[in-house]
């Protein structure tokens, strides 16, 4: 039985390898959403699998904590936003989507091969996924980068917060009850503020195209 | 135990209240009351700490040491001055229609907001508590970096959230991985991320995860510390923000964020028995203080300037930290005691001078002297502070990590004197110009606040010429705790 859920955690992280690439390649705004909100669902799925596996109660805490703010809480806050900001079926042009996927494998196989070594140092049933975090942590990083509009920047924030959450199950048992209500607060209080920051954007450049905020160059 | 919780207790009553009523009058009055009440339990703090010794409080949350005693003191002093300054300077602001009622309601409000995040910062002995403070301290600044709403003000805030953002989740990285290897060590605990817990363990850390975890807490400390390559944010934020907030910022932010670079440091150095993480910190300290050089010789702008400026001598810190030895230690940790009295006094003068011009463009600004005297000398001398001119306090400092560098590592000394050359010459003959000159400016309607401005230049005189004993006491211990 206990092997059984291993194996579901290692599909369940392969699933959330899978969404970071999807969102990377994504160009609709409103799927984006929905990537995001599946991957914070699959991440507190393979929570659940870990504490059911090690009994480790405080980790259903967790995943409790990360559902009701990554599959609820904040998804709701973004569907809100892009209504008011009249955005939701904004479609993005990506150049060179192929380019943007051989880079995201070469990091997924850079991110295996830092992760070899520390993780058969770690103690939790899940080590074997550290390599995905940790893919999945500088996916979330490029999709930042490769994005122009104030949106889906935000939604690779996010992602990528999924991802060093994901990196905390598979290094330990999750981070310490206190810490992780922190970094919720954090996350929460975060988003808020971008969502305040994307109206006075808008309202300023009349567009949420990150592009018109290049006019601080380093002289 | 009970003046520890008044320190962070304070300025958080302070938020709640003045989100409140922080368009009424008398919040400016209020701002400074709060942040008075916060230096006051400080020092309370300090007194109780010099006669009885470190504390632990809460269950061990939250502790005072050699190493953070001077710091809070110093966040708790400069958050009064700045709160003091920012009297006259947010009513000249008022006057001229860039503050609303809502907008001073949000300014005095996360202002305090911001004082208790620092504090609570300097102050938790959880690495994961100082990880969500930090974090928390961007928060709350960068809704006040694009308080004017201007198009250059929202693309500095967005540059500041994203670039911190990125970097503070390099940090999380590294804190997972500084529990993955303490979980090995102590277990399974909420402790384990204590950092005295971790101190007593840190030999048998595992080497491995704690140089992987370094890196990463280096890069995401380093960002909010504003070390080149990851600097990009700073220059940005200074200038555009409220010259307070510009103040506070470099005087107190990149200290706080310096500080958890150190106390990760210890851990490393102390898992790897290599000069691993000293080497780091060497390397990144002295690409930053070179290329802060250069960069701060092209500004036009005299905010920006001085932000240059800060990432220089942050640079710098974090070099004197990366040789590690008792006296490069002692020269760092009064480095950062003088830098952030003197830049924040620089900041007092610049805001004032840049509401005299109506603009922060250097070229525009002429004659200070002539018009209004104190801001003219508070510049001046602030700048020659700054530039390490004796017998100020930057001077000892700064011949100390000079000195320790020939010593110790003779190839970077001539990359340092190049670049503290570079900034000299740049910020002497611009500052010159501003306050001596042919003047066209006019007097400010409300008088300007310079009391603070001399506080801090002559607190880092004395410091130049004479240290407290406690003070002393205090340096040495700290120097001993970094170790390196």
């Known amino acids: 039985m206990d092997n059984l859920i291993t194996q579901l955690i290692n599909l369940f992280a392969a699933v959330i390898l ?47 904590l990360t559902l009701a703010l990554k599959c609820f809480l904040i998804p709701y806050l973004l569907h809100r936003l892009i209504n008011r900001l009249n955005v939701r079926w904004d479609i993005e042009t990506l150049i060179n989507i192929p380019t943007i996927m051989l880079i995201g494998i070469v990091l997924v196989v850079f991110s ?47 992602s990528m917060e999924n991802a060093l959450f994901f990196a905390a199950t598979s290094a330990t048992y999750g981070m310490p009850m206190v810490v992780e209500l922190g970094i919720a607060l954090d996350v929460l209080v975060g988003v808020l503020i971008l969502g305040v920051f994307m109206f006075q954007i808008r309202e300023q450049f009349d567009s949420l195209d990150i592009s018109h905020l290049e006019k601080l160059k380093e002289d | 135990m ?49 006669s009885d010794g470190p504390l632990f409080a809460l269950d061990k949350q939250f502790f005072i040491d050699p190493l953070n005693v001077f710091l809070v003191t110093l966040t708790a002093f400069v958050g009064l001055s700045t709160s003091i300054f920012s009297r006259p300077y947010m009513r000249v602001e008022q006057d001229h229609g860039k503050m609303t009622p809502l907008r001073m309601r949000l300014y005095f409000s996360m202002y305090q907001l911001f004082s208790f995040t620092m504090l609570v910062a300097l102050m938790t002995n959880n690495m994961g508590i100082l990880w969500v403070a930090m974090e928390a301290a961007t928060l709350t600044t960068v809704l006040l970096v694009s308080i004017y709403r201007t198009p250059a003000s929202l693309e500095a805030a967005w540059k500041y959230f994203i670039l911190c953002g990125v970097g503070i989740a390099q940090a999380l990285f590294g804190t997972i991985l500084l529990y993955m290897a303490a979980d090995r060590v102590i277990g399974d605990s909420a402790d384990a991320l204590l950092w005295t817990n971790l101190e007593v363990v840190k030999m048998q850390l595992d080497p491995t995860i704690m140089s992987l975890a370094f890196i990463f807490l280096l890069l995401g400390y380093g960002t909010k510390v504003g070390l080149v390559p990851v600097h990009n944010w700073l220059p940005d934020a200074h200038a555009e923000g409220p010259t307070p907030i510009s103040a506070v910022l470099s005087g107190l932010l990149l200290n706080v964020a310096l500080y958890a670079v150190i106390r990760c440091k ?117 700048s020659l502070a700054i530039l390490g001119m004796p017998p100020f306090g930057v001077f000892a400092s700064e011949f100390l990590i000079l000195t320790t560098a020939m010593r110790e590592l003779p190839w970077a000394t001539p990359f340092l004197l190049l670049a503290l050359g570079v900034a000299f010459a740049a910020i002497f003959s611009r500052v010159q110009e501003m306050v001596f000159g042919q003047t066209a400016l006019k007097p400010l309607a409300h008088p300007p606040a310079l009391l603070p401005v001399f506080v801090h230049l002559g607190l880092a005189l004395m410091l130049g010429l004479y240290i407290p004993p406690y003070l002393d006491v205090w340096y040495r211990q700290a120097a001993r705790l970094i170790g390196g």
């Open chain 1, 18 to 64: 899978m969404l970071a690439f999807a969102m990377l390649s994504q160009r609709r705004i409103l799927t984006l959403i929905h990537l995001f909100t599946l991957q914070g669902l699959t991440v507190v799925a393979s929570t659940v699998a870990v504490a059911y596996v090690t009994h480790q109660h405080h980790l259903y805490y967790s995943a409790a």
């Open chain 1, 112 to 158: 295996f091969n830092l992760a070899l070594p520390i993780a058969k140092l770690s103690a939790s049933i899940a080590r074997g996924t550290l390599g995905i975090a940790i893919a999945c942590f500088l996916l979330s990083f490029m999709m930042m980068i490769t994005r122009a509009k104030a949106v889906p920047q935000v939604i690779g924030f996010l």
């Open chain 2, 266 to 382: 210890v851990l490393t150095d102390g898992a790897l028995h290599s000069p691993f993480a000293g080497n780091l910190m060497i390397g990144f300290g002295l690409l930053s203080v070179v290329a802060a050089a250069f960069f701060l010789s092209r500004q036009k702008d005299v905010k920006r300037m001085f932000a240059y400026s800060s990432i220089e001598h942050m640079g710098l810190m974090t070099f004197a930290f990366g040789m590690g030895g008792p006296i490069a230690n002692f020269a760092g940790l009064l480095h950062m005691t003088v830098h952030s009295l003197v830049k924040s006094a620089i900041f007092f003068a610049v805001g004032h001078a840049a509401q005299q011009a109506g603009t922060q463009i250097m070229e525009d600004i002429k004659g200070l002297i002539k018009v209004t005297p104190s801001v003219g000398w508070g510049l001046m001398l602030g």
């Open chain 2, 2 to 50: 009970d003046a520890l919780l008044l320190v962070f207790l304070t300025p958080l009553a302070g938020a709640l209240v003045l989100a409140l009523i922080g368009h009424r009058a008398y919040a400016r009055d209020l701002n400074v009351v709060f942040s008075l009440g916060t230096f006051l339990a400080a020092a309370a703090l300090t007194v109780r700490i010099i």
